[in-house]
């Protein structure tokens, strides 16, 4: 990342075996995404189910807890009862794309929801399946959001159109809102990041450029703090927006 901002979102292969009979290897994104899906469900069930009385006063079960409680009451006011049944997914789906954006943050690490295709899939597995749940619940009815009722017959075709399209085209608004502000952010960063390096390490340093240097850092420290807030707003927002799609199952307008 010290020549090109872009360096980071480069996909490396990893080869396991190579020969002339099989080809087996990982790309670095889905290396990440399955080890710390892994270490994920490893810590999140030693928390969440080996609750011993000294956890009680430990920073991470109780930060855990408050996280915990947060969502439950953002899936519970969207949701209402229904909430109850789908909160697990909704929570694990949070605590993952957070700490995807968060580790992207950390020095030579790689930010898989920088992808378009591992947000892509995250968006299109959660609109399928809330479809899927739609039909489920409500059967033929679930047509009911793209034909909306007691609306003038002329331009009846024209909103179904509409209604269509919109519908068919979140999983793509999800998934480029999160890719999107992600890798701007990144950029960013880096871009700055890049500068501060090249005015420190010059041939010879001087008092003025040393000076001009500072500024740039403190910048960058700011973006940091703010890249760490985003990250987790962004997950905030993809969590958000999922409970309010699968709100449409349940609530459908007539």
């Keep these: 990342m010290l020549t090109n901002p ?21 790309v670095n994104d889905m290396l990440i995404l399955f080890i710390f899906s892994i270490l994920n469900y490893l810590v999140l069930n030693f928390f969440l189910n080996f609750r011993k009385r000294k956890l009680n006063t430990n920073i991470f079960f109780n930060i ?11 899936v519970i006011s969207y949701l209402g009862k229904n909430g109850n049944y789908y909160f697990s997914f909704f929570f694990y789906l949070f605590i993952f794309i957070a700490q995807q954006n968060l580790v992207g943050i950390l020095p030579y690490s790689f930010t898989t929801t920088s992808h378009l295709s591992v947000t892509f899939g995250l968006a299109f597995m959660i ?39 919109s519908y068919i085209f979140r999983p793509v608004s999800l998934a480029l809102r999160l890719f999107a502000n992600i890798v701007a952010g990144h950029i960013l960063l880096d871009t700055i990041a890049l500068f501060i390096h090249k005015m ?35 997950a905030y927002i993809f969590i958000v927006l999922s409970c309010i799609y699968l709100r449409d199952v349940y609530n459908l307008h007539h």
Excluded at 64 to 74: A, V
Excluded at 136 to 154: A, H, M, S, V, W
Excluded at 201 to 228: A, D, R, Y
């Design 127 to 165: 609109w399928f399946g809330i479809t899927i749940t739609g039909f489920q619940e409500n059967g033929l009815k679930y047509f009911d959001l793209i034909f909306p009722r007691n609306i003038p017959f002329l331009i009846t075709p024209f909103l179904n159109g509409i209604e269509l399209i």
């Design 6 to 26: 872009f360096e980071q979102f480069i996909i490396h292969n990893y080869h396991f075996a190579e020969n002339s009979y099989t080809n087996f290897f990982l």
């Design 200 to 234: 420190t390490h010059v041939s010879s340093i001087t008092l003025s450029s040393l000076f001009i240097s500072i500024i740039p850092f403190i910048i960058c420290c700011v973006l940091i703090i703010f890249e760490c807030i985003v990250a987790i707003l962004q």
């Design 64 to 74: 855990l807890k408050l996280i915990y409680q947060f969502i439950y009451s953002t």
